[in-house]
């Protein structure tokens, strides 16, 4: 199925440093969210966006709606050694079966 | 509140057996229930979606006959992986989505190991 665009594969910061990632889609989705798993576990939501153009902030965390509907992005800043995972980028568009589209992750490792 | 467990967390079974695979939402209804398989490294792929009191919508290529899921009431979805074999063996994610909600809520995943 159709997989959203996230990039790098993994990404390694120092504590204390701010980090920004990406999500692009050739689709228009009407939701955009962004999820955070850790090893052994599954998807924690960490923020959702429901607008085009909406900034939505969470914490440390302030993710974007893209104007187009075709991306997303999702900073954080201050990075901590907690912060180290996987982030995945959704989106979704409205109806009754709406399902949910992944992106592949970025594993981030934040160095103390 | 929206808290989604899974049982077991993890199972090691012998080829050709079955397992079951239980999904509860524990502070919430929720009529529709999703279940993922996550390989190593890799993003979650859908199986099927499944609505409290009917059949559920399996994902191309995903055999409804060897993955039998059931959503018998609003806080309960199995997933039973049949006559499992080695290749079987991957971390399978539920969610569900609340009756009166939109967001979708995971579960902590079981890890499946097929001998």
């Known amino acids: 199925g159709q997989q959203l665009n996230q990039s790098p594969q993994s990404m390694f910061i120092q504590e204390g440093e701010d980090v920004s990632m990406n999500c692009t889609s050739s689709?228009?989705?009407?939701?955009w969210l962004w999820y955070k798993q850790d090893p052994g576990e599954g998807p924690v939501l960490l923020i959702a966006?429901?607008?085009?153009?909406e900034l939505t902030s969470n914490g440390r965390l302030t993710a974007q709606f893209g104007i187009t509907r075709k991306d997303s992005f999702l900073n954080i800043s201050a990075s901590i050694p907690s912060d180290v995972g996987i982030y995945f980028c959704?989106?979704?568009?409205?109806?009754?079966?709406?399902?949910?589209?992944f992106g592949k992750g970025i594993t981030l490792s934040v160095r103390p | 509140g929206a808290v989604v467990s899974q049982h077991p967390s993890w199972v090691i079974c012998k080829s050709g057996t079955s397992v079951k695979i239980e999904c509860r939402s524990l502070?919430?209804?929720?009529?529709?229930m999703f279940w993922y398989r996550q390989f190593p490294k890799q993003s979650l792929m859908l199986m099927a979606t499944?609505?409290?009191?009917?059949?559920?919508?399996?994902e191309q290529g995903v055999e409804k006959d060897k993955f039998l899921i059931n959503h018998a009431s609003l806080t309960l979805s199995t997933l039973t992986v049949t006559s499992a074999h080695p290749e079987d063996s991957s971390f399978y994610i539920c969610?569900?989505?609340?009756?009166?909600?939109?967001?979708?809520?995971f579960g902590p995943g079981t890890r499946l190991t097929v001998l």
């Open positions: 969610s569900a989505r609340a009756s009166s909600g939109y967001e979708q809520f």
């Open positions: 689709s228009i989705f009407n939701t």
């Open positions: 966006l429901y607008k085009a153009g």
């Open positions: 959704a989106g979704r568009n409205t109806g009754a079966n709406s399902k949910l589209t």
């Open positions: 502070d919430f209804q929720a009529t529709t």
């Open positions: 499944s609505n409290e009191g009917s059949k559920a919508t399996y």
